[in-house]
C-alpha cells in the first residue's frame, strides 16, 4: 500500500476511537485514585476462594472516611462459604490486605489465577484486575532479585493462565487496556507490553502455545534493567554518554540472567535480548537489522514503544494513544515493521472504537 493511503487509513481509524481513547485513559486514572489507602490495598470477595487457607490478614473497609481499615480475620484461617455470606449480607464486597502482606497475597493470587479466571461469576473488571496484579507482582519481584530462583517456571505459569484468559474471553483486552498503568514504572511496563504484544500476535492468528512463549518474553523484556544503577534508570533527563552505554547492556544483561535461571525457550530469548533492535539495522545490543529482525522482536517492539510514549514519567506527560501513534508512523517508519504496524493501529481501532 502506498504511503498517503496507508497514513490515510491510520488517520480515519484513530479518528473514530479517540474520543474512546480518552475515556479509557480517565477511567485508568480515576481507579487508582479511588484505591488509595494509605498501607493498604482492596480485593474484591470474590476473589477469594472458598476454603483456601488464606495466608495474609483480611481487613474491613473503614466505618468512615477516615478511619482505619479494621481486622477481620487472621491468616491462616479457610476462608468459608459461611463467612463470604455474612459479608454480603452486610453489603461489604470488598476487603483489605495490608502492603507489608503483598508476599504472602501475590503467592495465593498466583496458585489461584487460574480458577479466578476461568469464573464467570467474578465480574470481567475484578478478573483482569487480578490478572494485572498478579503480573505486575510478580516483575516488581523478579527486578528486585532476579536471581532469587523461580522465576522462570512462576512466570511461565503466569503468562499460560493470563493467555488462555486472553483467548477464551473476547472483551478481555478492552478490559486490560482501561487498567494499564498510566505511570511508567518498569514493572507496569512489562505488563503493559505482555499485553500489547499478546494481542497483537492474537489479533494476527497465532496459535495460543505460541503466544505464552511470546508473552514470557514480553513480561520478562526488561528485566535486564535490575542490573542497570537506579540513578540511570530513573533518571530525569537526558543521559551521560556513559550512562547511556549501561543502559543499553539491559537486553544482554536480561539474556544472561534468564539464561542462567535455565531458561531456554529460543522465542523468549529473541525478544529479551533484541527488543531494541531496528529495522535500520542502528538499534542495540547486536546491530541486527532486515530479516534478522525476527517477527517476534517485531511485534514486542511495537508495543515496547507504544507503551513508553503514552505512560507518564515525573519529566514528561503520557501521550494520548492517537498522537502516539502519528508519531510512530511518522518518525518511526523505517525502524518498525509496516505491516505489524498497521495491524497493530487497527487493533487499537477495533478493541476500542
Ligand atoms: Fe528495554
Ligand atoms: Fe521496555
Redesign the pocket.
Known sequence: MPYESFHASIGSIVYEWEVVGRMAVRSRAGKQAEEKLPGFFSIAIQTLRLDEVIDFDLYLPPASATGEPVLYRRKSLPFSEEARDRLVSNAVDEVYVADVQRGPYQRYLERNLGNILADSSVSMEERVSRLYDSAQGLVREVLEDPRSGGMVERSGELVEHMVRFLYAEGTSFEHLMKITSYDYYTYT??VN?FVYTTALAQHLRYDEAIVQRLGQGALL??VGKSMIDTEVTNSKGRLAPAQWAQMQQHPAFGYDILMEQGYQDPIGLDVVRH?HEKLTGRGYPDGLGGDDVSGWVRMSTIA?IF??LTTRRSYKEAMHTFEALQLMNQKMRKELDTAMFREFVSMMGKHTG
Open positions: 511496563h512489562s507490553v523484556h526488561d527488543h515496547d507503551d513508553a
